[in-house]
């Protein structure tokens, strides 16, 4: 029995307009295959209590990486979360429509967006930032995208393979456009090939990304890159770890036009993959052309502080065929939670937060050293690397019969990742298993 939501006048009216007979010729330009043969294969209806109880066995067979310590990684971290953020995060007033399009009576959301993009442009040292987009990968399509956009005739992307590959295919849907060619450059020994990226990059260039740290945790040097890049007044790209800024040269301080990355780190739960959030940020002179909103702080007739929507069209809901971007989510949410976890934390104890994870994954590069096993690339790192492992997936089997998620399987290596949340006893536990004592 097909289920139609619309009632059969509404439906024949439609056809009917549209000069259609039935249904299936509305639908017959998607192809064959494409479309489901037969009925659906669902079980027998549940009340319910019964759903309640067959969906709580269903979770129950879910690794929980509050109960197992977790060394995976790959772009998504296993971060400690203050109570005190999901508490804030749940109150009803953040639950509202999901973009303030009525600024002037919604001073707490764009309060709380402007406080994000005030910390946001705080860790990376650029000069504004958006609020925001759907994850990193969308974050780098983006300002990749607006690179060529804003650059007269140049549609050239130079970037290194060793950026995330979720990024990177991202990036090359973004190349349907007709509005952006990728030079993916092979790197070397885990690293960006620094030279090969500045030989690819022309006068056609509009913008080179590199990843810092890379997707094997790799510290890179871009001191080489954005002078080649800027040399030929193309725009230089940073995708970053926000933890690591705590730390680590921020993207101006290399020299940076746009830095983008994903914020899912600053108190934002793993969560099955998502929701995340992408953040960017740019120099003063691409802040009309970033994707995503800004909002601006301003005083208002009784000279009390407030804030208004500064910026807002760069998307399709305004100038329409114009539009830099798809871009008409500002994930305030997401975004709120960052900045509530920040806060909470503060500057001293983000600086903590990081240089815990950088000498907890130093710590375990020795422990693994001494049960036999080597780093696959001898590069500086900050948190995250590859061990060489034959068969990376058995390993992880192992490790999780002993209570352990294993790491990010590679070819013939294990990527794993070390947070704050990670104790000397979890990374020992991690040695002798993999260590087979």
Same mark, same amino acid.
């Given at each position: 029995? +097909? ?8 439906? /024949? ?17 998607? *192809? ?18 019964? &759903? ?9 067979? /879910? ?5 197992? !310590? ?17 508490? &804030?995060?749940? +109150? ?34 650029? =000069? ?11 974050? &780098?399509?983006?300002?990749?995208? $607006? ?5 007269? @005739? ?31 450059? !092979? @790197? +070397? ?12 990059? =022309? ?17 890179? *040097? ?44 600053? @108190?934002?739960?793993?969560s099955f993959g998502g929701p995340y959030l992408g953040f960017m940020a740019a120099k003063k002179a691409l802040m009309r052309k970033i994707p995503g909103r800004i909002v601006g702080q301003t005083t208002d007739k009784d000279g009390k502080r407030s804030f208004v929507l500064t910026l807002q069209a760069r998307e399709q809901h305004i100038r329409r065929e114009l539009a830099t971007s798809n871009i008409c989510s500002n994930e305030a949410l997401c975004a709120l939670a960052a ?15 990081? #240089? #815990? ?15 036999? $096993?080597? &780093? ?13 492992? *034959?068969?990376?997936?058995?390993? /992880?089997? +192992?490790?999780?019969? /002993? ?7 590679? =070819? @013939? ?12 006893? =979890? ?11």
């Amino acid at each position: 029995m +097909r289920y139609t939501p619309n009632p059969a006048p509404v439906v /024949n009216e439609m056809l009917n307009i549209l000069g259609l007979s039935s249904l299936d010729d509305l639908f017959s330009d998607i *192809d064959a295959d494409l479309k489901v043969k037969g009925q659906l294969r669902l079980p027998p209806g549940m009340g319910e209590m019964e &759903l309640r109880h067959h969906l709580k066995k269903l979770a129950a067979k /879910n690794v929980n990486a509050e109960d197992y !310590p977790c060394f995976l990684g790959a772009g998504a971290y296993d971060h400690y979360i203050p109570a005190a953020l999901e508490q &804030l995060l749940l +109150r009803s007033e953040f639950y509202t429509a999901y973009t303030p399009y009525q600024p002037e009576i919604s001073q707490g959301i764009l309060q709380s967006i402007f406080e994000y993009q005030t910390m946001i442009c705080k860790l990376t040292g650029l =000069d504004v930032a958006n609020a925001s987009l759907y994850d990193g990968g969308s974050a &780098l399509a983006e300002a990749c995208s $607006l690179a060529c956009m804003s650059s007269k @005739g140049r549609s050239k992307v130079v970037i290194s393979d060793t950026v995330h590959p979720e990024y990177l295919q991202i990036l090359e849907a973004y190349t349907l456009s007709g509005r952006l060619e990728v030079v993916v450059v !092979p @790197g +070397r020994n885990g690293c960006a090939d620094i030279e090969a990226m500045a030989a690819a990059i =022309d006068d056609q260039t509009a913008c080179a990304v590199i990843q810092q740290p890379n997707f094997y945790g790799i510290l890179e *040097d871009c001191t080489a890159l954005e002078k080649a890049v800027h040399a030929h007044k193309a725009l230089f790209i940073m995708a970053v770890e926000p933890i690591s800024l705590a730390l680590l040269k921020s993207p101006a301080e290399w020299g940076a036009d746009l830095a983008v990355g994903e914020g899912q780190p600053l @108190g934002i739960s793993l969560s099955f993959g998502g929701p995340y959030l992408g953040f960017m940020a740019a120099k003063k002179a691409l802040m009309r052309k970033i994707p995503g909103r800004i909002v601006g702080q301003t005083t208002d007739k009784d000279g009390k502080r407030s804030f208004v929507l500064t910026l807002q069209a760069r998307e399709q809901h305004i100038r329409r065929e114009l539009a830099t971007s798809n871009i008409c989510s500002n994930e305030a949410l997401c975004a709120l939670a960052a900045s509530i976890y920040l806060a909470l934390v503060g500057e001293e104890g983000l600086q903590e937060v990081a #240089r #815990r994870c950088y000498q907890l994954a130093h710590y375990a590069q020795g422990k693994l050293e001494q049960v036999g $096993l080597e &780093l696959k690339y001898q590069q500086p790192f900050f948190n995250e690397f590859a061990i060489k492992i *034959d068969d990376p997936q058995e390993a /992880n089997r +192992r490790l999780l019969e /002993n209570g352990i998620i294993g790491g990010y399987e590679l =070819d @013939g290596a294990l990527l794993l990742a070390f947070t704050e949340k990670h104790s000397t006893a =979890d990374i020992n536990r991690l040695a002798a298993v993999l260590g087979g004592k």
